[in-house]
């Protein structure tokens, strides 16, 4: 279960220049571990440690100018386009946009969270088939194969 964040969580990107706050009394509408593909290309990593948000309760400081947004118009793996956005600084992921949303919702990188993933853990697995070999289930969190629905 998530649990409203009893204090503001703070997140820096790679060079400390774009900051993501999640103000107090704020619950993600859903935690996931995503395995997809777009996921690896994203991180560089095998897999992305996510919390999505209404984007009207989350706010970034950019004092500089540097978020670069990208829209992924074709072959996501939900079949919808998306948005990403990052430090064009440092190329640090802050989030997507899923186009199913209109905007509405942000899904945030929870690795690059002060504290670190461990404020938001997963719920739900999802693109569990994409999921590199060498790694188990993350231990009593429901498994997807792919996009739940
Ligand atoms: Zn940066
Ligand atoms: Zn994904």
Redesign the pocket.
């Given at each position: 279960m998530s649990e409203p964040t009893p204090t503001p969580i703070t997140g820096t990107?790679?060079?400390?220049?774009?900051k993501l706050i999640i103000p107090s009394g704020i619950t993600p509408i859903k935690t996931l571990l995503c395995h997809c593909v777009d996921c690896q290309k994203n991180s560089g990593a095998p897999f992305q440690s996510n919390a999505m948000f209404n984007t009207s309760d989350l706010i970034i400081e950019d004092p500089q100018g540097?978020l670069k947004t990208y829209k992924i118009e074709e072959g996501t793996a939900s079949g919808k386009p998306k948005e990403k956005g990052w430090?064009g600084?440092?190329?640090?992921p802050l989030y997507t946009k899923p186009g199913h949303y209109e905007g509405r919702m942000m899904v945030v990188k929870t690795g690059f969270l002060d504290g670190g993933a461990d404020h938001f853990p997963p719920q739900i697995e999802i693109f569990t088939a994409d999921r590199a070999k060498f790694l188990a289930p993350a231990e009593g969190v429901k498994q997807f194969e792919r996009m739940p629905h």
């Open positions: 990107c790679l060079c400390r220049s774009l540097l430090c600084k440092c190329g640090c």
